[in-house]
């Protein structure tokens, strides 16, 4: 991708699966990168797989909390030296039927794939614009907040969220020369997928990928990491306000 070589770049959510996968696409494009994520242990794993590929630290940190969001943007700055992308990739998902969902459960999910994509995009924002303007923010989404899927009610409820917080950053920030743009992903193998699908009866995951995936299976997380470098990178440079949909075709049978 034309642009990404020397750019310093912070993912969030980048200890596993996308956002791992994330990490590696830009530090192969000759990125600089800062990795986020909860547990300080997976962090330092990840780190030290990604090390061979080029400059790479990690911070620990919880993006529902302000002070850990903050610190979040502010230590990826400290140590690249400023910021030109952040791949706002942090979120979590279960599956729970809507007559079973409780409220605590329903704030941990908003708290972490809406609050938490608020408090660091606006902390990356703000950032950028001290630096004079100029950057990309690009925000993790779903097909799910765009189609919706039983049983995920307030996983599809905080990605749909994401959908008009990222159109309306793009609306408020273009003018600063800040380019904010979502990711929609369907059904992709992650480990966190891989831990939802255990919990179905054999057999189901792969009738999915054959009846609601018209190219007949799941995504691959490089295949996402792809998206989120192109749309970072100088070949996006009039995407802006928008989201782009990797889902082998889901969505049209959704």
């Not at 642009?3 to 791992?20: D, E, F, H, Q, Y």
């Amino acid at each position: 991708m034309r642009g990404l070589t020397g750019k310093r770049v912070l993912v969030s959510g980048g200890s596993s699966g996308i956002g791992a996968a994330t990490a590696r696409r830009f530090l192969e494009e000759g990125s600089r990168v800062v990795i986020g994520g909860l547990d300080p242990d997976e962090v330092e794993r990840a780190v030290a797989e990604l090390a061979p590929l080029g400059e790479v630290s990690g911070l620990a940190g919880d993006v529902s909390s302000e002070s850990d969001a903050t610190g979040l943007v502010d230590g990826a700055a400290t140590a690249l030296g400023g910021l030109d992308v952040l791949v706002n990739n942090a979120g979590t998902a279960w599956r729970e039927p809507f007559l079973e969902i409780t409220p605590e459960h329903w704030d941990r999910i908003m708290a972490v794939n809406l609050r938490g994509m608020f408090l660091v995009a606006q902390a990356a924002a703000r950032l950028l614009v001290a630096q004079g303007g100029g950057g990309v923010i690009l925000n993790m989404s779903s097909t799910n907040g765009i189609g919706g899927e039983g049983d995920y009610a307030h996983y599809n409820a905080s990605k749909a969220g994401v959908l008009l917080l990222t159109r309306t950053m793009a609306v408020e920030l273009g003018g600063h020369g800040i380019r904010v743009n979502a990711l929609c992903p369907g059904y992709i193998r992650t480990p966190l997928n891989s831990a939802i699908a255990a919990g179905l009866e054999g057999g189901f995951v792969s009738a999915y990928e054959r009846d609601h995936i018209p190219l007949g299976r799941a995504g691959l997380a490089e295949e996402v990491a792809a998206g989120y470098a192109f749309l970072a990178s100088d070949d996006a440079a009039f995407v802006h306000g928008t989201e782009l949909v990797i889902d082998g075709g889901q969505l049209a049978v959704m």
